[in-house]
């Protein structure tokens, strides 16, 4: 087993400063309302889900266990040491004198299963590490979770010419998308950014897919109320490039999680530093990258998160 040191307790992902509540059962970022009923094994989240898992001696120690972006319903049963995560696993860690405390301890984005022993002091993380922090009488505080970890994506081009290109390497993360829909507005969350889109170019987080000049949008984007949210922007140039995926005809980004968009340009909040009167924008028919006259009519997707 590696160590790792309890600096871990307050883990910070590079771009993210937010943390996931510890029950984020529909996976759009906020703390969903939820009750276990330990006498039935009920689990019921408001406005989502009502399932049956665990009983009366399991305390509940719900979790993304599996990195899908979305809270499990889960249950750790002292008198046997069992870890239970519907749907994804069984494991058995810890006893009846431990305290459960699951929590990314390794940085990856994924819950782990984490146990405190206050008699002795001792923190063990399945498969991780075991450590000796802190004494009885203690309030054990385990690690949370990030929104994720703000990584890049790759491009999506899958053909290779030559040894080392990109096609070749297909370096960085997996495209990994999730559409919601909130309110009846349709979102997409990106977990490698932490990033939550309007996804529809029809929706009212595109403007409807009108075109308008940069800082018109601009406005728009700062005081739209949409998916229960206030805190909309306009993405800047980093953002928005990292949805152009390069291996798909145009529009060049991923129309199944981002429906309706046009095969034309979209601002971007990043203005041209050589001429301040232009902003750059991100033309979806090639993917490429270019700056305008910030009077110019262009498109808009309104972006929220990471800041």
Same mark, same amino acid.
């Given at each position: 087993?590696?160590?790792?040191?309890?600096?871990?307790?307050?883990?910070?992902?590079?771009?993210?400063?937010?943390?996931?509540?510890?029950?984020?059962?529909?996976?759009?970022?906020?703390?969903?309302?939820?009750?276990?009923?330990?006498?039935?094994?009920?689990?019921?989240?408001? !406005? =989502?889900? %009502?399932?049956?898992? @665990?009983?009366? +001696?399991?305390?509940?120690?719900?979790?993304? &266990?599996? /990195?899908?972006?979305?809270?499990?319903?889960?249950?750790?049963?002292?008198?046997?040491?069992?870890?239970?995560?519907?749907?994804?696993?069984?494991?058995?860690?810890?006893?009846?004198?431990?305290?459960?405390?699951?929590?990314?301890?390794?940085?990856?984005?994924?819950?782990?299963? !984490? =146990?405190? %022993?206050?008699?002795? @002091?001792?923190? +063990?993380?399945?498969?991780?590490?075991?450590? &000796?922090? /802190?004494?009885?009488?203690?309030?054990?505080?385990?690690?949370?979770?990030?929104?994720?970890?703000?990584?890049?994506?790759?491009?999506?081009?899958?053909?290779?010419?030559?040894?080392?290109?990109?096609?070749?390497?297909?370096?960085?993360?997996?495209?990994?998308?999730?559409?919601?829909? =909130?309110?009846?507005?349709?979102?997409?969350?990106?977990?490698?950014?932490?990033?939550?889109?309007?996804?529809? /170019?029809?929706?009212?987080?595109?403007?409807?897919?009108?075109?308008?000049?940069?800082?018109?949008?601009?406005?728009?984007?700062?005081?739209?109320?949409?998916?229960?949210?206030?805190?909309?922007?306009?993405?800047?140039?980093?953002?928005?490039?990292?949805?152009?995926?390069?291996?798909?005809?145009?529009?060049?980004?991923?129309?199944?999680?981002?429906?309706?968009?046009?095969?034309?340009?979209?601002?971007?909040?990043?203005?041209?530093?050589?001429?301040?009167?232009?902003?750059?924008?991100?033309?979806?028919?090639?993917?490429?990258?270019?700056?305008?006259?910030?009077?110019?009519?262009?498109?808009?997707?309104?972006?929220?998160?990471?800041?």
């Amino acid at each position: 087993m590696r160590s790792i040191t309890m600096s871990i307790l307050v883990p910070l992902v590079l771009g993210l400063s937010q943390v996931l509540p510890a029950a984020d059962f529909d996976g759009d970022g906020t703390g969903d309302i939820a009750i276990f009923r330990a006498g039935s094994g009920l689990w019921a989240v408001r !406005g =989502i889900t %009502r399932v049956y898992f @665990g009983g009366t +001696a399991d305390e509940p120690v719900p979790g993304d &266990y599996d /990195g899908s972006g979305t809270d499990s319903a889960a249950i750790f049963r002292p008198s046997s040491g069992l870890w239970a995560v519907r749907n994804v696993t069984r494991v058995y860690f810890g006893g009846g004198s431990d305290d459960a405390r699951p929590g990314d301890y390794t940085g990856d984005g994924t819950y782990d299963v !984490g =146990i405190f %022993r206050g008699s002795s @002091g001792l923190w +063990a993380v399945r498969g991780t590490t075991r450590v &000796y922090f /802190g004494t009885s009488g203690d309030k054990a505080i385990a690690p949370g979770i990030s929104l994720r970890q703000c990584r890049l994506s790759v491009t999506g081009q899958t053909f290779t010419e030559q040894t080392g290109d990109d096609g070749d390497l297909q370096a960085g993360a997996a495209f990994n998308f999730q559409t919601l829909s =909130i309110g009846g507005d349709l979102v997409t969350i990106d977990y490698n950014t932490g990033l939550m889109w309007a996804a529809d /170019g029809n929706g009212a987080g595109c403007w409807n897919g009108n075109l308008w000049a940069w800082g018109n949008l601009l406005n728009v984007c700062n005081n739209l109320v949409f998916a229960g949210y206030s805190d909309w922007r306009m993405p800047n140039r980093r953002e928005l490039n990292s949805l152009v995926n390069s291996g798909v005809a145009p529009p060049t980004i991923n129309s199944a999680y981002f429906p309706n968009t046009k095969s034309d340009e979209y601002w971007t909040s990043t203005a041209y530093q050589a001429q301040t009167y232009r902003a750059w924008y991100i033309n979806f028919s090639t993917g490429d990258i270019n700056y305008q006259n910030k009077i110019s009519s262009a498109r808009v997707r309104a972006v929220r998160g990471s800041n």
